[in-house]
Nanobody, 126 residues
Framework: QVQLVESGGGLVQPGGSLRLSCAAS????????TGWFRQAPGKEREGVSC????????KYADSVKGRFTISKDVAKNMVYLQIDELRPEDTGVYFC???????????????????WGEGTQVTVST
């Protein structure tokens, strides 16, 4: 049974930082592209970052470049999203997703992933 579990969300002030984690069970993340998506209330799910199978290729949405950093820990079978310089518009539920069907450099920020976690809430507010 495949399971992706996100953690690390919370309430943070603008300018603060969070590190989100995605733990995988029943699924080897080095066999897949892993992506992070977010969804704000009333908005469509947005791809923010992805990382390749080997962890050597990453991709970011323009809105998060320079503030978000995705990484992969092969030994722990986990993927992380470091979020710095948080802004109120970063508020939303953050999901991790995995797929063996495409490359991060290709459709990595599109929502066509096979496996999804249930998300972790990030709220940026004073």
């Amino acid at each position: 049974q495949v399971q992706l579990v996100e953690s690390g969300g919370g309430l943070v002030q603008p300018g603060g930082s969070l590190r989100l984690s995605c733990a995988a069970s029943g699924y080897i993340l080095t066999d897949s592209v892993t992506g992070w998506f977010r969804q704000a209330p009333g908005k469509e799910r947005e791809g923010v970052s992805c990382i390749s199978r080997a962890g050597d290729v990453t991709k970011y949405a323009d809105s998060v470049k320079g503030r978000f950093t995705i990484s992969k820990d092969v030994a722990k079978n986990m993927v992380y999203l470091q979020i710095d310089e948080l802004r109120p518009e970063d508020t939303g539920v953050y999901f991790c997703a995995a797929s063996r069907a495409f490359a991060c450099s290709g459709h990595g920020l599109q929502p066509g992933y096979d496996e999804w976690g249930e998300g972790t809430q990030v709220t940026v507010s004073t």
